[in-house]
């Protein structure tokens, strides 16, 4: 079997641990930890594919390795869609999830329309070309946190269909239905 090689160009762990899973064994992936970096991509484009595709390309210009990066951003409509592009910063530099969520929870709170999808772009540039591939699930905000699982805006948001939150829900049934997996899925059907 020939194996495709890809550097997975993130420093946020558990985007690692969620897209390992969700890969055939032709994919050998190695993040920014395997490889001993742990640089902070700058993020300041105004839209979640132009940042995807930024970070991708700040690593294939220094490494000069076939890489793919994933920018992601939960859209909330009586909020205009923010925080969106701006989700990791949303309470600050420090992009502290608890500060996020209690930031997002603030704003909504007397919001009827709870109305939310998470929007993930992955950029993927193999042999000098450039593909985006894009993964969205809707959703609502709950009032509360709830769940220890996954990580960022998770414990806050129901999809569409359940009545647990991402926090609630195992990795696995995460994956069955994200953003990222359905963005990366698409990468792999290209790729196969
Ligand atoms: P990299 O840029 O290094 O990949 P990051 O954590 O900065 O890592 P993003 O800019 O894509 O990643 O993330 C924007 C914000 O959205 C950040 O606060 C994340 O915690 C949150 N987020 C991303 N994916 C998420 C997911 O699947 N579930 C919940 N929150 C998520």
């Given amino acids: 079997m020939t194996k495709i090689d890809l550097l997975f160009a993130t420093s946020n762990k558990n985007k690692v641990l969620e897209i390992k899973k969700v890969l055939p ?12 970096l742990c640089e902070e991509i700058p993020e300041n484009e105004n839209t ?19 890489v793919f990066a994933d920018d992601t951003g939960l859209e909330v409509d009586s909020l205009n869609g923010k925080p969106g592009v701006h989700s990791a910063r949303y309470a600050g530099i420090s992009k502290n999830s608890t500060d996020n969520i209690n930031k997002l929870l603030k704003k909504l709170k007397n919001k009827k329309n709870r109305k939310a999808r998470f ?7 193999l042999n000098s070309k450039i593909y985006t591939f894009e993964g969205v699930v809707e959703g609502i905000i709950t009032k509360k946190s709830k769940g220890e699982n996954g990580f960022g805006y998770d414990p806050v948001f129901i999809p569409r269909g359940y009545t647990k939150t991402f926090g609630e829900l195992s990795l696995e049934e995460k994956n069955s239905i994200s953003h990222r997996s359905l963005a990366m899925n698409k990468l792999i059907d290209f790729i196969s």
């Fill in 119 to 125: 929007k993930t772009v992955i950029a993927l540039i």
């Fill in 48 to 66: 979640i594919e132009g940042n995807a595709i930024f970070k991708a390309n700040y690593m294939y210009k220094k490494y000069n390795l076939n």
């Fill in 25 to 36: 064994k032709e994919f050998n992936i190695k993040s920014l930890d395997d490889i001993g």
